[in-house]
Each structure stands twice: as C-alpha cells, then as structure tokens.
C-alpha cells in the first residue's frame, strides 16, 4: 500500500466581501431570514439584466495579484448552462474561457522545506440559492442568490492531506488580511471541493470529487479516508471510476452521490448581456495600492518588535487582534508586553463579556499608558488584573484606580532601597546564602513582602534580590 501516490487538487469558493450582490442591487447578507434580500435579477425574472459591479472585480484583481497570478486584462462572462431548482434562469454566469487569474501559486512550508501550490485559474461567479431539505421538501433562500465568488482552482500539486490543510490554511489567511473575504468555512463562506486519484506510477489515477467539506480539519479527514477507500479498492483488483462523493462527518468517511458515466456538458457560450470587461495597467496597479496590509508583513514586523514566533502565530490567528496591535506599531511603546496583554488579560475580559475593545472605556491613551507603566515596573500584572474592570468599565484614570483600590504600587528605585536595608540589616543572613544556603533566599523574599504589604510586583522581587545579593 506505501507504493501508492496519492494527488489532490483542491477547488474553493469563495465569497467576496462587498455591499451587494455582483449582478443586482440586493445588499450581499444571505444570514439574515430567508428571502429578504431579494429583487428580480435575483429569482431570475424573464427580461431583466445584470449589472456588473465594480467591487467584485476589485477583490478579484486584489485575489488574483496575492496569489501570484497572471491578471487577465481582457475578459467576458459565459453562462453555464444546467437545470436545478437553485437556478432559476436556467444557467449560472460565471468566467469559463477568460478567467481573471491564471498560472499563480501559493507557497507553504512543510517539514522545513518551502513548497508552491500551483493556482489553475480563479475566476469570477454568481452563487445560486441556498436549497434547504427538510422532510420531504426542498426550501429555496434567494438571499445567496447572486452572492459574487471567486473559485480558486490548484494545479494536481498536493500530496498529502497534510499539504492540503497547510495550503488552507495560507489560502485562508491570505484572503482575510486583503479583505477579499471574512472566510468563516463553518458559514458557507469559504467552501471547499476536493478531487482525489492514488497511483503506483507516474500517471495520475482516476480522479474522485468528493464535496461538501464544512472544515479545514474535516478536508484532512475526506482526503485520509479517501486516499484508503481508493486503495483498497485497487488491492482488491476493482477498476475506479470518476465519481462524485459527499463527506460524511458522523462517519469521517466519502459517501456515493452519483457516478460520473460521461463529462458534464454544460455548454458555455458567452454572456450576451454583459460586455467584453477591459482592464488598463493604470487601473490594475491601483486597486493593488489599496490591497492592506498583509499577513506576511505583519508577521515581520512582529519578529522584529521581538514578539515570540508562538504569540505571532497567535495574534495573526485573530485579525482584530493584529488591526488593533497595528494601531501601535508607530507608538514608541514595548509590542512585547502589548500583545501579551492583548493575548492574555484582555482578550481573557473581552471573551467574557462578548464585546470588542472599541466598545469599551479602554481606550487608546489608557493602552499605552498600561503598557508603559508595565514596561518601567511601576505597575504589575496582579495589580492590572486587580482594576482591569474598572479600566474598561468606566473613564477613570489609571492613577485615580489605584488610589480607589489602596493600592500603592512601590517604584523601582524605592523597591531597591527596601531590599538594600534588608540585606544590610540580615548581614549573618547574607553570609549563609553566600555559602551556598539557597533556602534563606526565599526569606529574604517574605520580608520584602513584609516590608511592602505584598504590593511588590513578585518577579521583580526576585530579580532585584538576586543582584544585590550576588554583589
């Protein structure tokens, strides 16, 4: 069974975020109650017309320039044509022949070595409605109508699912720092297709879909489960044939939707309606400019302020996070002790009540006020967390808090002075921890404690001890 290849080629949707829909006026929000973002173009009325919005190609451009491809100035639309109760104009449009992306990549790194996911094509479409089975029935919702998406098609270069979720990841990650898309998978909007062929030679094997993925982690599951269906099947001496399957995430395992007999014939021909669409260099370079700032020079930025590789990863995992983190980046303030506090206590209290940070008191001087304070020792994380409430629950300076809890937080050099009189005070004390007694340094620890009514902030306790006792 190790003789076997396994390839994979991914297909994933997704929409794109812009006011309304890509051929109507409808506001672009299908999870809101069904049917209310609606109008003809949408349920496909005899004699009505698209209008192409302008938005659409903006995030399309924006998508094609982040994953390296090459733009496609001079496109058109075409009408696949099929009938299904989701379509009522009997075609969907969308880009066959002239897709505005081709032949880009995105590069991975797995097991240390730099990887290129070759990008097909992207090109431009129109969503159909959500259909919902219920009992014996089948529910329209004609909101996703004519919701825009770009389908971002790979080239066969993916091994392993493992080079699959890495590349979804990435793909993801990308998307949401240009703005191209909120990429929310467990909403439908980024959705996933996978086409899977194992061979023993160089010739690539018989190719199965398998669709309705709801998860990146749920894609590993369809591929593994897949990559073992197809090679048993081949052990036992059955001959594959192209099929379309359905993960099941119950089982973890590819369930039969219909078997592919002969290519779908979906007989494109250009949209009529919509004329040939021209882009000049001029206009291209200028949608780029406004692409924001990405996920890679976030990235750099961070390792330079010092910042951990883990609590990067971890910051560009929460977009708010980063945009808020970002609004710093030209303060003069320490980013370390930022996104610790951004990633920790704070994200801790915002989780707790369900709020953004914008929605609190917890303003901008108030952040780089903490932030410094923290960073010159003249306040300490147990006495943050002590009136975290109150700065973000009311407009008190953090001063004014301190008072109002009677807390009086010791500076350095008055915690330097303390221990400098406990040391010369302790002196047969001093002489038994320099022979080598490491259990008298925790009393030195308790009668500063002592001295300053537990208000001292307890690591740098340590840390002042240690050098005036190692004079």
Same mark, same amino acid.
């Given at each position: 069974m190790s003789n076997y290849t396994t390839t994979v080629g991914i297909e994933v949707h997704v929409e794109l975020k812009t006011k309304t829909k890509i051929f109507s006026s409808s506001k672009n929000d299908y999870a809101n109650m069904a049917n209310t973002h609606v109008n003809v173009i949408d349920l496909g009325y005899p004699g009505t017309l698209p209008t192409l919005n302008k938005e659409v190609i903006r995030k399309a451009i924006m998508a094609s320039y982040i994953l390296n491809c090459d733009i496609n100035k001079k496109m058109h639309f075409d009408r696949k044509n099929y009938f299904y109760p989701d379509l009522p104009k009997g075609y969907q449009i969308t880009q066959a022949r002239t897709p505005?992306?081709?032949?880009?990549?995105?590069?991975?790194?797995?097991?240390?070595? +730099?990887?290129?996911?070759?990008?097909?094509? #992207?090109?431009? &479409? &129109?969503?159909?409605?959500k259909s919902i089975h219920y009992n014996n029935s089948s529910l329209l919702d004609f909101n996703r109508s004519g919701v825009p998406l770009i389908e971002i098609v790979t080239k066969p270069d993916i091994s392993s699912s493992k080079e699959a979720i890495l590349y979804l990841e990435k793909l993801r990650e990308l998307l949401l720092y240009a703005d191209i898309s909120d990429c929310k998978i467990e909403e439908g909007s980024m959705r996933c297709d996978v086409n899977v062929s194992v061979s023993k030679t160089s010739k690539l094997g018989t190719k199965i879909e398998v669709k309705n993925i709801g998860s990146i982690s749920n894609v590993k599951l369809a591929i593994d489960s897949? &990559?073992?269906?197809? #090679? !048993?099947?081949?052990?036992?001496?059955?001959?594959l044939k192209e099929e379309t399957r359905r993960f099941d995430e119950k089982t973890s395992s590819t369930i039969l939707m219909r078997v592919k007999e002969t290519g779908n014939d979906y007989r494109y021909f250009p949209e009529a309606d919509i004329p040939y669409l021209c882009l000049d260099q001029e206009y291209i370079d200028e949608v780029i400019k406004e692409i924001p700032m990405l996920s890679s020079k976030r990235r750099e930025l961070y390792l330079k302020a010092g910042i951990s590789e883990i609590n990067v990863n971890k910051i560009l995992q929460n977009r708010a996070i980063s945009d808020y983190l970002n609004r710093y980046l030209d303060k003069n303030i320490n980013l370390v002790i930022a996104s610790n506090l951004l990633l920790g206590d704070i994200a801790s209290y915002l989780n707790k009540m369900n709020v953004t940070i914008d929605e609190t008191h917890?303003?901008?001087?108030?952040?780089? +006020?903490?932030?410094?304070?923290?960073?010159? %020792?003249?306040?300490?994380?147990?006495?943050?967390?002590?009136?975290?409430?109150?700065?973000? &629950?009311?407009?008190?300076?953090?001063?004014?808090?301190?008072? +109002?809890h009677g807390i009086v937080e010791i500076k350095v050099d008055d915690l330097k002075k303390i221990i400098k009189n406990i040391i010369d005070n302790n002196t047969a004390n001093?002489?038994?921890?320099?022979?080598?007694? *490491?259990?008298?340094? %925790?009393?030195?620890?308790?009668?500063?404690? +002592?001295?300053?009514?537990?208000? !001292? *902030?307890?690591?740098l306790v340590n840390q002042l001890l240690l050098e005036e006792l190692n004079k």
């Open positions: 505005i992306g081709t032949d880009g990549y995105v590069e991975i790194e797995i097991d240390g070595k +730099k990887k290129k996911i070759g990008i097909h094509d #992207i090109h431009i &479409e &129109e969503d159909t409605c897949e &990559e073992k269906r197809q #090679i !048993a099947l081949l052990e036992q001496g059955n001959t917890f303003n901008m001087d108030k952040f780089i +006020k903490v932030v410094n304070m923290l960073d010159n %020792k003249d306040l300490s994380s147990k006495v943050f967390k002590e009136i975290l409430v109150d700065l973000f &629950e009311t407009d008190n300076d953090i001063n004014d808090l301190l008072v +109002k001093v002489l038994e921890y320099k022979n080598g007694n *490491d259990r008298i340094f %925790k009393y030195f620890i308790g009668q500063v404690m +002592k001295e300053t009514k537990g208000s !001292a *902030d307890p690591i």
